[in-house]
């Protein structure tokens, strides 16, 4: 990384500060603080630092940041706050984890991003710590918000335990998808991530440093999960652990009519119980088409061998539904998993003959899309732009969704060149309490729209992203978006719905002058 000199940073982010007040008072106030001297050293303007902090996985928008804080410290982290807020002109702050955002939400324009995983670099974050209640089955993990969470899975592995709700990808960092949500095939039956939280240390838009729970400061604890990082800035959360599984029997299925796809979904979904031992634990769905190949960077599933027959089955159908399920096992059930899974199958109506399965361990499972990453990694495909689309879908809806959107919009145009995702999830397994939103109803569909394509052609794959979602206000069809991106106050109100008040209440309590992540354009539309 090229060098900067402190004192260069330190004057150039005061001019920044100065000239806001000029531009916004006509005038510079005397009381506009001094950089406290401890984050001189730690704030950098040299252009690697300035690339990395405005650019994201979406390679699609940038947003030049005045400075990126690398803090060897949460202290560092809190200090930078409290300076903005008591500043005379104060600048807006957005923490930075891996930046797998695809719309700047992480990005802080003439503001200062903070670089999480400078926390881990230093050693001097909260790190991953086990602990273990034998007498009482009660097992966790306080995990420092920077961590990733293959990381995580490791460190708890060392222990005989994991934690239980995880998304596809692991290369994600503790404290972004909590600030989301935190989705796969596993939340059906364990809930998002965000619903596996005790407690968090949370710094407030204030500059606070809080610790928050269900039973403490429980208004930021609800606010701060799914909050899209408005309300704090998460440095410590303590993850619900549970014993681990060894191994996992993964089965793909196909299918050629989308209402009985979504009727096994539906059906094999319902069986949820934390208890019920013959529950699937993970299920998803994705759609095969003629825009790719079978196999893809998520995970190389199907047999070369079996390409020609699955190939002809697209050919012939255009659009083949693929339910993909697992189930984990340990010694204890290894005799019994087999049978298990034969049950649940028993009348399903996937394709006779169209049935593909693996057994594989749970590490390469829950990291199954890491070695697809690598290989586009090697081919220079990784970091280019993806307009993604994520979309819930109530369950009421969701064969209209499949009529206007995937027959209407996805098959005719053909130029989607990603993965497809759409699986079901029970509401009864989110927390209404916390700021993430969802549809109400009892079974919605997340719908994911994974697009990756060349620098010069994304704009048309973002066309059919507005164009889908406009079909969908056009047809009634009440989608809400997660990840979500929004230009207006007006769609952030129709985004939250009922929640809004609280979300606008909480803001003014935790974050009131607006500092924090000001890349999600809800409260620092500009």
């Given at each position: 990384?090229?060098?900067?000199?402190?004192?260069?940073?330190?004057?150039?982010?005061?001019?920044?500060?100065?000239?806001?007040?000029?531009?916004?008072?006509?005038?510079?106030?005397?009381?506009?603080?001094?950089?406290?001297?401890?984050?001189?050293?730690?704030?950098?303007?040299?252009?690697?630092?300035?690339?990395?902090?405005?650019?994201?996985?979406?390679?699609?928008?940038?947003?030049?940041?005045?400075?990126?804080?690398?803090?060897?410290?949460?202290?560092?982290?809190?200090?930078?706050?409290?300076?903005?807020?008591?500043?005379?002109?104060?600048?807006?702050?957005?923490?930075?984890?891996?930046?797998?955002?695809?719309?700047?939400?992480?990005?802080?324009?003439?503001?200062?991003?903070?670089?999480?995983?400078?926390?881990?670099?230093?050693?001097?974050?909260?790190?991953?710590?086990?602990?273990?209640?034998?007498?009482?089955?009660?097992?966790?993990?306080?995990?420092?918000?920077?961590?990733?969470?293959?990381?995580?899975?490791?460190?708890?592995?060392?222990?005989?335990?994991?934690?239980?709700?995880?998304?596809?990808?692991?290369?994600?960092?503790?404290?972004?998808?909590?600030?989301?949500?935190?989705?796969?095939?596993?939340?059906?039956?364990?809930?998002?991530?965000?619903?596996?939280?005790?407690?968090?240390?949370v710094i407030t838009g204030i500059?606070?440093?809080?610790?928050?729970?269900?039973?403490?400061?429980?208004k930021l604890f609800y606010a701060?999960?799914?909050?899209?990082?408005?309300?704090?800035?998460?440095?410590?959360?303590?993850?619900?652990?549970?014993?681990?599984?060894?191994?996992?029997k993964w089965v793909r299925m196909?299918?050629?009519?989308?209402?009985?796809?979504?009727?096994?979904?539906?059906?094999?979904?319902?069986?949820?119980?934390?208890?019920?031992?013959?529950?699937?634990?993970?299920?998803?769905?994705?759609?095969?088409?003629?825009?790719?190949?079978?196999?893809?960077?998520?995970?190389?599933?199907?047999?070369?061998?079996?390409?020609?027959?699955?190939?002809?089955?697209?050919?012939?159908?255009?659009?083949?539904?693929?339910?993909?399920?697992?189930?984990?096992?340990?010694?204890?059930?290894?005799?019994?998993?087999?049978?298990?899974?034969?049950?649940?199958?028993?009348?399903?109506?996937?394709?006779?003959?169209?049935?593909?399965?693996?057994?594989?361990?749970?590490?390469?499972?829950?990291?199954?899309?890491?070695?697809?990453?690598?290989?586009?990694?090697?081919?220079?495909?990784?970091?280019?732009?993806?307009?993604?689309?994520?979309?819930?879908?109530?369950?009421?809806?969701?064969?209209?969704?499949?009529?206007?959107?995937?027959?209407?919009?996805?098959?005719?145009?053909?130029?989607?060149?990603?993965?497809?995702?759409?699986?079901?999830?029970?509401?009864?397994?989110?927390?209404?309490?916390?700021?993430?939103?969802?549809?109400?109803?009892?079974?919605?569909?997340?719908?994911?729209?994974?697009?990756?394509?060349?620098?010069?052609?994304?704009?048309?794959?973002?066309?059919?992203?507005?164009?889908?979602?406009?079909?969908?206000?056009?047809?009634?069809?009440?989608?809400?978006?997660?990840?979500?991106?929004?230009?207006?106050?007006?769609?952030?109100?129709?985004?939250?719905?009922?929640?809004?008040?609280?979300?606008?209440?909480?803001?003014?309590?935790?974050?009131?002058?607006?500092?924090?992540?000001?890349?999600?354009?809800?409260?620092?539309?500009?």
């Amino acid at each position: 990384m090229a060098e900067t000199s402190p004192i260069a940073t330190y004057f150039t982010l005061l001019l920044v500060f100065l000239s806001r007040l000029v531009s916004t008072l006509g005038k510079p106030k005397p009381r506009t603080q001094l950089l406290p001297p401890k984050l001189q050293n730690r704030l950098l303007a040299d252009p690697d630092s300035i690339k990395l902090a405005s650019s994201d996985y979406g390679n699609m928008f940038r947003e030049i940041p005045a400075s990126v804080l690398y803090p060897s410290s949460i202290n560092d982290i809190e200090s930078l706050i409290k300076f903005s807020h008591n500043n005379s002109a104060p600048f807006t702050i957005a923490a930075r984890g891996q930046g797998h955002s695809v719309r700047g939400q992480a990005m802080a324009r003439n503001g200062v991003v903070v670089n999480m995983p400078s926390l881990k670099n230093q050693r001097n974050g909260f790190g991953i710590t086990v602990s273990t209640n034998l007498s009482m089955g009660f097992f966790y993990a306080d995990v420092g918000g920077e961590q990733l969470w293959i990381d995580v899975l490791h460190a708890t592995l060392e222990h005989g335990l994991a934690p239980v709700s995880w998304t596809d990808y692991l290369y994600l960092t503790v404290g972004g998808t909590l600030s989301n949500a935190g989705i796969s095939g596993q939340t059906f039956r364990y809930g998002p991530q965000i619903s596996k939280v005790y407690e968090m240390d949370v710094i407030t838009g204030i500059g606070d440093f809080v610790t928050c729970s269900p039973e403490k400061n429980k208004k930021l604890f609800y606010a701060v999960l799914g909050g899209l990082g408005q309300f704090g800035i998460i440095v410590r959360a303590r993850i619900a652990l549970e014993p681990a599984p060894k191994r996992v029997k993964w089965v793909r299925m196909l299918y050629n009519d989308f209402d009985a796809f979504t009727r096994d979904q539906e059906r094999l979904i319902s069986i949820n119980g934390r208890k019920q031992k013959n529950s699937l634990d993970y299920l998803e769905g994705l759609l095969l088409m003629n825009q790719g190949p079978i196999n893809n960077w998520r995970s190389s599933f199907f047999p070369l061998s079996d390409h020609t027959r699955i190939i002809s089955l697209i050919t012939k159908h255009d659009i083949i539904y693929c339910l993909e399920v697992a189930k984990f096992y340990d010694d204890q059930t290894l005799n019994s998993v087999d049978k298990d899974l034969q049950d649940l199958f028993e009348g399903l109506s996937f394709i006779p003959g169209f049935t593909f399965d693996k057994d594989v361990s749970y590490v390469d499972f829950l990291n199954r899309v890491r070695s697809g990453e690598l290989k586009l990694q090697s081919q220079g495909l990784w970091d280019v732009p993806h307009p993604w689309l994520n979309l819930f879908v109530p369950k009421s809806q969701i064969s209209d969704f499949n009529s206007v959107v995937f027959k209407e919009i996805v098959l005719k145009r053909n130029i989607t060149s990603g993965i497809v995702l759409v699986y079901p999830m029970n509401r009864n397994k989110w927390d209404d309490r916390m700021s993430a939103v969802i549809p109400d109803e009892d079974v919605f569909y997340a719908v994911g729209f994974l697009h990756s394509s060349g620098f010069n052609d994304w704009q048309a794959l973002d066309v059919q992203n507005k164009d889908i979602l406009q079909l969908c206000y056009n047809a009634g069809i009440e989608v809400k978006q997660y990840l979500p991106n929004y230009k207006t106050m007006e769609e952030w109100k129709n985004h939250f719905g009922m929640k809004w008040r609280t979300f606008q209440e909480r803001k003014a309590q935790f974050d009131p002058k607006m500092i924090l992540s000001p890349g999600q354009r809800i409260f620092n539309n500009n």
